[in-house]
């Protein structure tokens, strides 16, 4: 049985830094696509960032570059999203994705149950 859980979610200021953490288990850490999107409120899912299953290239979508990094612990199955310089925008339910092809097109496979990040002014 696939799970992800994700941890690390909470209340920070404008211009702070927030770490979101997911651990995958079920999967072989080098043949999983993983990722994280969020969810504002009124606002459709979307993607953040990602690893391609062999975990050796990344993405992210523009307005994040710079700002957040995907990184992860191969020991601990584990991905995790630094957040810097957070802003309002940033605000949303994050969740962390798996996939055994990608993440980044179509729905993928797996989902962990969402964390609240929240950028206050």
């Known amino acids: 049985q696939v799970q992800l859980v994700e941890s690390g979610g909470g209340l920070v200021q404008t211009g702070g830094s927030l770490r979101l953490s997911c651990t995958a288990s079920g999967r072989p850490w080098n043949e999983y696509a993983m990722g994280w999107f969020r969810q504002a409120p009124g606002k459709e899912r979307q993607f953040v960032a990602a690893?391609?299953?062999?975990?050796?290239?990344?993405y992210y979508i523009d307005s994040v570059k710079g700002r957040f990094t995907i990184s992860g612990d191969s020991a601990k199955n584990t991905v995790f999203l630094q957040m810097n310089n957070v802003k309002s925008e940033d605000t949303a339910v994050y969740y962390c994705?798996?996939?055994?092809?990608?993440?980044?097109?179509?729905?993928?496979?797996?989902w962990g149950q969402g964390t609240q990040v929240t950028v206050s002014s």
């Open positions: 690893f391609t299953r062999n975990k050796k290239e990344t």
């Open positions: 994705a798996g996939d055994r092809v990608t993440v980044r097109v179509g729905d993928p496979e797996d």
